[in-house]
């Protein structure tokens, strides 16, 4: 997993990254977040609007340690 979450961040998939990183986690809610953030990236392709949720979310994700 962390192999396939390297890889990710290399070719810049930084949401699908943290996807995996919330399954391997066994986050449902996390994982979710990010696929809904995934969406909305698809829908307006662009990331700038929805950095900041991305952050918070990231921040959430570094209290579950």
Known sequence: TIQAVAKMT???AHTHARIELAQ?????K???AYRAIN??????RQM????HAKA???NETLELE
């Open 39 to 44: 969406e909305l990236h698809n829908y307006f």
């Open 10 to 12: 290399d070719s810049n």
């Open 56 to 58: 918070k979310l990231g």
């Open 24 to 28: 391997a986690l066994r986050d449902k």
């Open 48 to 51: 700038n609007e929805l950095t």
């Open 30 to 32: 996390l994982e979710k």
